[in-house]
Structures are given as C-alpha cells and as structure tokens.
C-alpha cells in the first residue's frame, strides 16, 4: 500500500498511474471529482471553439443587416451560457453522483445500487452535456432566426452535431476516468444484467475476459449453425 498522498498534485499522480497501489476511498473520491470536473469543462469549451471555428470560419454564412451587431450580441449570449452551462453541469453532475463520493469515503461494500450508480455515471453525464448543448442549440436557433431563418437553421443545426459529439467524448472521458471506482464496486459482488451501452452480462465477470466472452459466444452460436447443404453439380455432357 501506497503512503497517502497530501496535496491535489501528489494525489492526481497517483490516481493517474494505474501500476500504484488502491487509493484510499477519500483520496479516490478526491481526484476522481477534480479529474473529471475538469475533463468534462476542457471537453466543453473545445466544442465551444469548434462552433465557432465552423461558423465564421467555414461556413458560408447568409447575409444579414448589421452583420457585426449580430456577432456582438451572438458572443454576449454565447459568453454568458457558457457560465450558465458549466454552472448548471458541475452542480448536476455533483448531485448526481453524491452517493458515488459517500461510497467512496465510506469504504463499505458496494450494493447493488452502488454498482449501478458507479456504471450508468458515463450515461447520466451524457445526456447531461447533450440536454444542455441541444438547449444551446434552441437558443441561438431562435436569436439569429429573428436577423435570417437561413442563420438561425445553419447555427442550431451546427451547434446541434458539435454537441452530439462533444457529449460522446464526454462519455469516453467520463468511462476512462471512472474505470478504478468501477473495478472497485464490481469486486464486490455480481452485478448482473446491468443494462449500460458497451456493457456485457455478468457472466463475463465470474473468471472470464471480455475477449473470452465474445469468443464463447461466437462459437456457441456457430456451433448452433446447420451446415449448408449445396446441390450436387452436374456434368456437363459432350
């Protein structure tokens, strides 16, 4: 067992090297919380830069009355949801997985709850990062609707898709960051059929690789499978 570490930057080294020892449940819940709070807000501002890379830089944009009036007041709105969303994501997100950090610092067995909690965490901050992208995407839809339909449609279909993918890196992110609470609630008991995106039944779990899954069960379905009988050929006659 690893000394505890004291200090955020002692104890993210820590978490990030996977050959260290367990952490302790509190220094665990310490860094995951730091780590991925601050992946989930870096993953959301490089979408950010993305629209507008795509919109003023690559687009071909209809043209408007006072084009630059409508750029001032699409960088206010834009500057002021930005806060609005990260506010309303870390504390969501926060709330949510509360009882991922009580478990955490608890130490205790983790139940069945716990165990879907920890594995559907990705999922919930999915739609999360997606409901606010796609409430963004109505907002400037509707503001730059009232200058041009046309910018209004080009804009919200364009913040629409960043935020489609931006919600799915996320949930890469959030799968990545989460595997040590994860493997830790899984040692504890079969979780069953959980029903979680890229997740396979329990069965895998009880001394079996994911690898080995696949392999049983792509031979027990070939084994099922009945041979092809081909008619005979016939020979052709001089």
């Given at each position: 067992?690893?000394?505890?570490?004291?200090?955020?930057?002692?104890?993210?080294?820590?978490?990030?090297?996977?050959?260290?020892?367990?952490?302790?449940?509190?220094?665990?819940?310490?860094?995951?919380?730091?780590?991925?709070?601050?992946?989930?807000?870096?993953?959301?501002?490089?979408?950010?830069?993305?629209?507008?890379?795509?919109?003023?830089?690559?687009?071909?944009?209809?043209?408007?009355?006072?084009?630059a009036a409508v750029r001032q007041l699409n960088a206010i709105v834009?500057?002021?949801?930005?806060?609005?969303?990260?506010?309303?994501?870390?504390?969501?997100?926060?709330?949510?997985?509360?009882?991922?950090?009580?478990?955490?610092?608890?130490?205790?067995?983790?139940?069945?709850?716990?165990?879907?909690?920890?594995?559907?965490?990705?999922?919930?901050?999915?739609?999360?990062?997606?409901?606010?992208w796609l409430a963004a995407a109505v907002v400037f839809g509707v503001?730059?609707?009232?200058?041009?339909?046309?910018?209004?449609?080009?804009?919200?279909?364009?913040?629409?898709?960043?935020?489609?993918?931006?919600?799915?890196?996320?949930?890469?992110?959030?799968?990545?960051?989460?595997?040590k609470p994860v493997s830790r609630a899984l040692a504890d008991e079969?979780?069953?059929?959980?029903?979680?995106?890229?997740?396979?039944?329990?069965?895998?779990?009880?001394?079996?690789?994911?690898?080995?899954?696949?392999?049983?069960?792509?031979?027990?379905?070939?084994?099922?499978?009945?041979?092809?009988?081909?008619?005979?050929?016939?020979?052709?006659?001089?």
């Open positions: 067992m690893t000394p505890p570490a004291r200090g955020l930057r002692p104890l993210l080294a820590q978490f990030l090297d996977s050959t260290a020892d367990k952490q302790s449940g509190a220094e665990l819940s310490r860094a995951v919380s730091a780590v991925l709070t601050t992946a989930l807000v870096v993953t959301n501002l490089i979408g950010a830069a993305v629209v507008l890379a795509v919109i003023y830089l690559i687009l071909p944009l209809p043209p408007v009355h006072d084009a834009a500057a002021a949801y930005i806060v609005f969303a990260v506010v309303i994501g870390a504390v969501g997100g926060r709330a949510r997985l509360s009882g991922l950090q009580r478990w955490l610092r608890d130490e205790r067995p983790a139940d069945g709850s716990v165990q879907r909690l920890v594995v559907r965490a990705p999922l919930f901050l999915f739609r999360l990062q997606v409901g606010l503001l730059d609707s009232v200058h041009s339909v046309r910018l209004g449609l080009v804009v919200s279909a364009t913040v629409a898709l960043t935020g489609v993918t931006t919600g799915a890196c996320a949930y890469l992110v959030a799968e990545r960051i989460l595997r079969d979780p069953g059929r959980l029903r979680v995106p890229g997740w396979r039944p329990g069965r895998c779990l009880r001394g079996r690789s994911a690898a080995g899954c696949r392999c049983s069960a792509s031979s027990s379905s070939a084994s099922r499978r009945r041979p092809v009988r081909r008619p005979p050929r016939r020979s052709s006659s001089g």
